[in-house]
């Protein structure tokens, strides 16, 4: 089994451009036994210049796009490691 990590630095900019954060993200994913996968994402949000306000809005803050299968209302079933 191989471990691939991905680790990014992004800006984020503002409609006028300015860049008002940058994060740091890493992202490993690690094969486990009987084909099941390990989805690690760590992410640092560091604020350039003032706070940051965070807002509630439709897209959040993390998600996951899985295939029509697997969505609940579809008959599909995700389990966390809690069950």
């Not at 008002?20 to 009987?34: E, K, M, N, Q």
């Not at 640092?44 to 959040?60: C, F, I, Q, R, Y």
Request: glycine letters at 14%; proline letters at 6%.
């Amino acid at each position: 089994a191989v471990q691939g990590t991905i680790e990014a630095r992004t800006d984020w900019n503002a409609p006028d451009g300015k860049t008002i954060a940058r994060d740091a993200r890493t992202i490993s994913v690690t094969p486990l036994p009987g084909g099941a996968v390990l989805l690690d994402f760590a992410v640092t949000v560091t604020a350039v210049g003032g706070p940051l306000v965070w807002g509630d809005t439709k897209e959040g803050t993390f998600a996951i796009r899985v295939p029509e299968s697997m969505k609940s209302d579809k008959g599909g079933t995700l389990v966390n490691a809690e069950g």
